[in-house]
């Protein structure tokens, strides 16, 4: 591989800079993949297919210095391919057709498998993975059983989980048999991926964050254990690392770093020199500048980014991203500033061998 710096940050080994790429890097900031996704005629349209996924993939990498490619997807394909009937409504993000409001609806769910109902997801990492051509490495994703079961339950996006808490609270045996599913369901995806061409995986788990601490543990992070547990750990002689980002999770730091993953997604309300200094030992950490940051002009981007850097610190065992996913409002040459400033600055804080 030319530029396998992601993977060696991830691994905490040395690298001649601090590694980056950017959550949802491939997306409505960037007006050739507001131009794809015309031409496909929605975004599940572009998602499901193989040629466009791996089109749009590529385009940030055509533009920015990134040292890694994600996988063009998204979380929700799992229930989709459960037969809830994913949508999209315009201006109010994902929905489902078929909601799960019955227990017989929650007890019948199957694990897809990723070779028949994902099939074109694998298409997309075999096709991403040719086309990058060893340039930097590939990431593929899945969301966490509980945050897909948010969106399971709750039949759409959610401002307080009203539903599936009250489901935690008052029938947590099925709460936990279709944590069980998804956990089966997200493991076999991953490994799929991996088995495709994903050369690390990263578990998004967007809505953990609004549990409280006993029930993050029970609910979330228990099923993220198991998944890591159960990941293919090398392919073709390399590791192939996991990345787990609770967003919301700063807290639980310690306990997230204990499930044998090998690194930690840390939204940007951390201070990531104090997240090193409690974890660092045992995972590497990937993050975490504020996304509205981007808002700002060149120079302040550019002085924000050496704020992380300079609290990281030293050594290796940093990729840097964003604490969140960048707006569709950003103004695409302010994410070129970020990039262009994470290698200009961070070189002092790796030795010269
Ligand atoms: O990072 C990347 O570039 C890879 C692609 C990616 C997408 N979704 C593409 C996408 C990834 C990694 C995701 C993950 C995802 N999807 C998460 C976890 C990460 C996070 O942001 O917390 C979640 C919660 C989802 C569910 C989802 N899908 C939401 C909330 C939305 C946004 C709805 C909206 O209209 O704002 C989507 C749609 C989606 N997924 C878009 C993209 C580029 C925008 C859809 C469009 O083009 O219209």
């Not at 949508?87 to 199957?110: H, M, Q, S, T, V």
């Not at 029930?215 to 192939?240: N, T």
């Not at 569709?328 to 500033?337: E, K, L, N």
């Amino acid at each position: 591989m030319k530029n396998d710096t992601f993977l060696r940050a991830l691994l905490r080994q040395p690298t001649p800079y601090t590694p980056v790429w950017i959550m949802r890097q491939a997306g409505r900031y960037l007006p050739e993949y507001n131009e794809t996704r015309r031409r496909a005629g929605s975004f599940l349209d572009l998602a499901k297919n193989p040629d466009y996924a791996t089109e749009v993939t590529l385009q940030p990498l055509a533009r920015f210095n990134l040292d890694a490619a994600i996988l063009f997807s998204d979380i929700l394909t799992i229930p989709d391919a459960m037969g809830l009937g994913l949508y999209f409504a315009e201006g109010e993000g994902p929905k489902f057709e078929r909601p799960l409001r019955e227990e017989w609806e929650i007890r019948n769910l199957g694990v897809p498998d990723p070779a028949e109902h994902l099939r074109y997801v694998l298409d997309a990492v075999a096709q991403i993975r040719r086309s990058l051509n060893g340039e930097v490495p590939l990431i593929g994703f899945s969301g966490s059983p509980y945050t897909l079961a948010c969106y399971m339950v709750e039949g759409g996006a959610s401002s307080d989980f009203r539903t599936i808490k009250t489901m935690l609270y008052d029938r947590p045996d099925l709460l936990h048999h279709l944590l069980q599913v998804n956990a089966n369901a997200v493991t076999a995806y991953l490994n799929a991926q991996i088995e495709a061409g994903a050369q690390a995986v990263m578990i998004f788990d967007t809505w953990g964050g609004s549990l409280s601490a006993a029930a993050y543990r029970e609910f979330s992070l228990d099923y993220l254990q198991r998944i890591v547990a159960g990941l293919i750990r090398e392919r073709d002689g390399q590791r192939v690392p996991s990345i787990v980002f609770t967003k919301g999770g700063g807290l639980w730091l310690e306990d997230i770093a204990a499930i044998g993953c090998d690194a930690l997604g840390l939204d940007w309300t951390c201070d990531i020199g104090v997240a090193r200094a409690r974890v660092g030992g045992k995972v590497a950490l990937q993050g975490n500048l504020d996304p509205m940051t981007l808002f700002s002009q060149p120079d302040s981007i550019r002085e924000q980014v050496g704020r992380v850097l300079a609290s990281y610190g030293e050594g290796s065992g940093h990729v840097f991203n964003l604490g969140h996913g960048v707006s569709q409002f950003t103004p695409p040459a302010h994410v070129g500033a970020l990039v262009d400033a994470v290698h200009e600055l961070s070189a002092r804080y790796h030795a010269t061998t």
